[in-house]
């Protein structure tokens, strides 16, 4: 069964960085997002994104976050200068048409 | 989006049916009812949708509630490995367009006994 990869598994970096995490959705998916999970808390949206754009972001995602879609199949999820408060586990998802949502199992992004 | 309601924590014995309950009072006539679980700190994992009528697929069945104010998902042979966070999520329906974003809340956690 097709299934939603990202990688890193596991990121670490210093403070004041710049990450990138990156996604490859299911191959004909269509829409793409990005949802976090700080340690022992909900799971949050951060993006959604369709036809090259931006569909609706969270307050989460300000200017220090991007994404981006540099091919046809990869999707990825920028911060441009980490915060401590960065730290925690970054799902990508895709979905095509009326289909539900399929998640990967995450990069681990740790700000040190 | 509506609200959902979900307990905090469940119990059940390997091999027996797991229902867990969800209540969604305000839910509008074009929402559609979401599970998906989430194992330990893995991506969540979509198990199945409806919209008023019982669903069933290979993980588990879906029982809304003719009111459509509650509904239950049933996983009729629990094993160990159905051990997780279940989330029930009530969203407008997968026809419209739009970003279609899910919003999680705590779930329900799961543990099955041996």
């Known amino acids: 069964e097709p299934e939603v990869t990202q990688t890193p598994s596991h990121q670490v970096t210093q403070m004041g960085q710049e990450v990138i995490l990156r996604c490859v959705p299911i191959?004909?998916?269509?829409?793409f997002y990005w949802y976090r999970q700080i340690l022992g808390q909900k799971v949050e949206f951060l993006v959604s994104f369709y036809n090259n754009e931006i569909s609706e972001k969270s307050e989460i995602f300000d200017d220090q976050f991007s994404v981006e879609r540099p091919d046809g199949s990869n999707f990825t999820l920028k911060i441009r200068s980490t915060k401590l408060e960065d730290s925690a586990m970054y799902f990508c998802?895709?979905?095509?048409?009326?289909?539900?949502?399929?998640f990967g199992d995450g990069t681990r992004l740790s700000i040190l | 989006d509506a609200k959902t309601t979900q307990p905090t924590s469940m119990d059940c014995a390997e091999g027996r049916a797991a229902n867990l309950p969800c209540n969604h009072s305000t839910i509008s006539g074009n929402e559609y009812v979401y599970w998906y679980r989430q194992i330990h700190s893995q991506g969540p994992q979509y198990i199945i949708h409806g919209l008023k009528n019982n669903e069933t697929n290979e993980m588990a069945s879906l029982i809304i509630t003719e009111d459509r104010k509650s509904s239950t998902l049933i996983l009729p042979h629990a094993t160990l490995r159905d051990t997780a966070v279940y989330y029930c999520?009530?969203?407008?329906?997968?026809?419209?367009?739009?970003?279609?974003?899910?919003?999680f809340g705590q779930g329900t956690r799961l543990t099955i006994n041996p």
């Open positions: 998802a895709s979905r095509r048409g009326h289909q539900p949502q399929h």
């Open positions: 999520i009530v969203r407008v329906g997968v026809y419209n367009q739009g970003a279609q974003k899910l919003v």
């Open positions: 191959s004909n998916h269509l829409y």
